[in-house]
Antibody, heavy 119, light 110 residues
């Protein structure tokens, strides 16, 4: 059974940093691309970042470029999102998703981890 | 403002059929596969349709998807109360080099 479990969310002040983790199981992790997708309270889905299976291709949404860094550890079956210079508008539930080729949103989603940016 | 345009809400009665549209451009829907997701309030999104019209295992055949030009459509036949949820379309955008989603459509089953 495919499982994605996010962690690392919490309350942080504007300008602060957080590192999100997503632990994957139930599939051959290194053969799949991965996304982070977020959802602000009461709002729609917003794609944040993509990383290919080998880590060689990485993309970011314009809204986070230069502030967020995606990475993965295929030995630990995990993907990470380092978030720096956090803003109020980064407050959201952050999901990691498994991304098969040509399925850019993701076929499996975790339950999400909540990031709240507030003073 | 979302790159893909969906109606904010649709409604229909149990047993009826409803369609949800998703409009884009040649750099996204016009050149890439479209997916659809269902999100019941308080839960994570679930993939309903991928590659424009394919259903993952476990998704009933009363759920359908299609794409024509720069638009895509999700169809749900034989509506059930349990279908009440938010529905999102998504695809890759070649110009933005980003995954893009529609703004979501709230389905109400009256």
């Amino acid at each position: 059974e495919v499982q994605l479990v996010e962690s690392g969310g919490g309350l942080v002040q504007p300008g602060g940093s957080l590192r999100l983790s997503c632990a994957a199981s139930g599939f051959t992790f290194r053969t799949y691309n991965m996304n982070w997708v977020r959802q602000a309270p009461g709002k729609g889905l917003e794609w944040v970042s993509f990383i290919s299976g080998g880590g060689g291709s990485i993309y970011y949404a314009e809204s986070v470029k230069g502030r967020f860094t995606i990475s993965r550890d295929n030995d630990r079956n995990s993907v990470y999102l380092q978030m720096n210079s956090l803003r109020d508008e980064d407050t959201a539930l952050y999901y990691c998703t498994r991304v098969p080729d040509n399925e850019p949103g993701g076929d499996y989603w975790g339950q999400g981890t909540l990031v709240t940016v507030s003073s | 403002q979302s790159v893909l345009t969906q109606p904010p809400s649709v409604s229909a009665s149990p047993g009826q059929t409803v369609t949800i549209s998703c409009s884009g451009t040649s750099s996204n829907i016009g050149n890439n596969y479209v997916s659809w997701y269902q999100q019941v309030p308080g839960t994570a999104p679930k993939l309903l349709i991928y590659h424009n019209n394919k259903r993952p295992s476990g998704i009933p055949d009363r759920i359908s998807g299609s794409r024509s030009g720069t638009s895509a459509t999700l169809g749900i036949a034989g509506l059930q109360i349990g279908d009440e949820a938010d529905y999102y379309c998504g695809t890759w955008d070649d110009s933005l080099r980003a995954t893009v989603f529609g703004g979501g459509t709230k389905l109400t089953v009256l």
